[in-house]
């Protein structure tokens, strides 16, 4: 699937041959009438144009972004009113913008206040669509907008552009679809579309890696609900009589997702493959009166695609994509091969220490969790260039401090200054873009993308903030430097552990990240990847590199830093060089165990 959503294949010829067969269908559909097929081909291909505009609309959210909306409707529905009220007074042409403005204000709305809440995503988020659909149904049948009867658009004038006003409906559709494959494919590719590939497979990465997520969710809700407002707009002169039931009709949103599932939710093309095999589905089997019949292929082909083509139709060819390049995955080597690094030795002087420049300062740092006291009251600092390790025993609240420097957490109270800035209570992405990275103790890739389009995804929302085609040169350097670059087109999944470990290195090396933090990046690996492992986090420091590194390996810790800040109970109980901190009585106390560690 993903490794059709990267770059490299676009950068091709084949780059140009999409768009110019994209422009040739439009000019051959518009172009169409001219030869002055039968009425009905030109309904059918109406209807053809209509669904794929709306699966392809539903596409850009739920199908790119994972926020499955079973609400399509709604937008479609304001689509349909807006023309319904509006064209006995203002030309069709200013009708359709006016809908698909006021569908996509009202996606805006509601994404404004939805996207704001963690826990709404999911299932939560569907169910909400669907709310959102029975609400807006009841405001339009007990107002003005329908009052219960319904809208007749007899009367509606439409310019003639061949013979009759039905192609012109018909002219309006095509341009719509063609319209919607186009922005489709547009944000499939774009930096858009490539924070929400990544949104969809772990919003809060995407988050921390530097993706505007709360604004890229609100434009993908915008462009998706204004396609499904045109449709709808347009959708209303042909039916040209509107109906609440008709139009808000979980039928709608039901279609759109079976034609996206069927045809595959994650890629321009898939919703229109959908659309056009079940159009054509039900017109064979409704022309020939057999509905029932239609629904029951309909069905069979919806659960066999959830069976068997999880990606849809367009998930074959990605498949033999992938498939083809198996073999060459296959022979990379087990382990990433790290050359020899000579380790320096224990313990730095303090002296040269003290003289670096502090670029991150926290102040009473306190967070809790329902009673737990995470951290409580942290004072720390983190010097240019330095390795500090940060340790202290289980649930003393080193990963708490990671995820609040990160922007992942805000803190209760306190203040985190960078240069100055607090930047406390800034969104994780600023923070990324600050030049913070992080890494995650469970390694958390973007599954369904590839290992290089992970790397790629760092490079350009984090601290380097490159343009597409730049980080993928840099995401191709940074796997090699960590021994990956055979491994550019694997999927994460085909990665053991160690390499999944080194492939989050390699994400926070293409940020260009001025501090780096490391948690645990060293827990369940062998002996010999641990050392090899130590050898690359020298690497990554280069002497310079400013980095945290949080561990429960004692000897890689005072192999590796300069100084040390311990945690116990989310309190900071020592600070210093590494080995006198941990000869210090209160630490050997809060790792024996003992209730008085605060010592
Ligand atoms: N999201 C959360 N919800 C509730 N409690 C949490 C949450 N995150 C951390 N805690 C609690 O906060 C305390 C500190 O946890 P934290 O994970 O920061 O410790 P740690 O030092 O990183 O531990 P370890 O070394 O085991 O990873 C623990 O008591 C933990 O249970």
Known sequence: MSSQNIVPARASATRFVVPALLIAATVFFVMLPAFKPPPFFESLLYLLFFWIALATSWTILSGFTGYFSFGHGAFYGVGMYTTANLAGTLSIWWCLPIAALLAALLGVAIGAVVFRVRRLRGELFALLTLA????????????????????YLLGVQLPVIYENSATTIYLMGALVAMGSLAIARWVQYSRLGRGLFAISDDE????????????????????????????????AVFVSYVTVSETFSGTIALYVILMSVIGGARHWLGPAIGATFVTLL??????????????????LALILATLFLPEGVVGLFRKRRLAHVQPALEAAPAAPPVPPVTLRGAGVAVAP????????????ISLAFRGVQALDRVDFEIREGEILGLVGPNGSGKSTLINVMSGFYKPDGGRLLLDGENIARAPAHHIAQLGIARTFQIPRPFPRLTVLENVMVAAMFGGASMRQTMSIV???EMLAFVGLAERAQALPSQLNLHQRKFLELARVLASDARIVMLDEVLAGLTPAEITSAIAMVRRIHGGTRTIVFVEHNMRAVIELTDRLIVLNQGRLIAE?????VMDDPAVVRAYLGAPDAEG
Request: proline letters at 4%; glycine letters at 14%; a positive charge.
């Open 282 to 299: 039900n017109f064979t089997f409704v022309s020939g009166d057999s509905a029932l019949a239609a629904r029951i292929v309909i069905g």
């Open 132 to 151: 959102l659909t029975i609400v807006l149904a009841t405001i339009i049948l007990n107002t003005p907008i329908d009052g219960g009867p319904g809208k």
């Open 204 to 235: 809060d990465v995407a988050e921390v890696l530097g993706v505007p997520t709360y604004r890229y969710k609100l434009l993908a809700f915008a462009i998706s609900s204004g396609i499904a407002g045109v449709a709808g707009a347009v959708q």
């Open 576 to 580: 210093g060089a590494p080995r006198e």
């Open 353 to 364: 220490q003290l003289e670096r420049k502090v670029i991150l300062r926290g102040e009473g």
């Open 474 to 476: 840099k995401a191709r």
